[in-house]
């Protein structure tokens, strides 16, 4: 599906709770009430969502990202993410990866004749590949490392304690008073 906003992803009435567990299970809730719909059957598993353009739109409601990190997705592939959706889920630790309609369609056609296909995410080399068919996607070089080392956006500044500090005691050298 396209255009799939926030509150489809976790309804508003699942949002009482201030920590990021427990959401998983309100994932789609009202979607998956029904039968049909795709994670109720077990032939599609897995820690990839694939899922149609304009993923996350709606509200800024980082509890989108929680439950779908609870459910135990790792990464959100579409052709087009919300942007306050996109940030929501880099900063929780969610790959958010943005391919071509192109390669969208042909990866849908692809896990409905195989749903067992093997998708493979490298966000070292910032690729997406299955079959034969593989694509580069762009990561915000600050963001790929927070996922790479598992960082919060304080880990990362220690991470870089040595170059602040060399920095600014060459900055105090020449800082001088006018």
């Known amino acids: 599906m396209e255009n799939i906003d926030t509150d489809q992803i976790i309804p508003a009435r699942f949002l009482k709770a201030t920590t990021r567990e427990g959401f998983g ?5 009202d979607w998956r009430t029904k039968h049909n719909f795709v994670l109720n059957n077990p032939t599609y598993f897995g820690k990839i969502l694939v899922t149609g353009k304009n993923f996350g739109c709606g509200s800024s409601r980082e509890h989108a990202a929680w439950a779908l990190k609870d459910y135990g997705f790792k990464a959100v592939v579409s052709s087009f993410f919300a942007d306050i959706f996109k940030s929501n889920a880099l ?6 990866v943005q391919v071509s309609k192109a390669f969208l369609q042909k990866l849908f056609k692809t896990i409905e ?3 067992k296909i093997k998708v493979v ?3 070292e080399k910032q690729t997406i590949a ?7 996607f762009d990561i915000n070089p600050y963001k790929k490392a927070c996922l790479m080392y598992g960082y919060d956006d304080i880990d990362y500044l220690l991470s870089l304690k040595k170059e602040i500090e060399k920095f600014e005691k060459n900055r105090k050298n020449d800082f001088s008073i006018i």
Request: no cysteine; glycine share 0%; proline share 4%.
């Open 113 to 115: 004749k195989n749903p």
């Open 130 to 136: 299955y079959n034969s068919q593989k694509q580069h």
């Open 25 to 29: 299970e309100n994932l789609f809730r």
């Open 91 to 96: 900063n929780n630790n969610l790959l958010s």
């Open 121 to 123: 995410i490298d966000l």
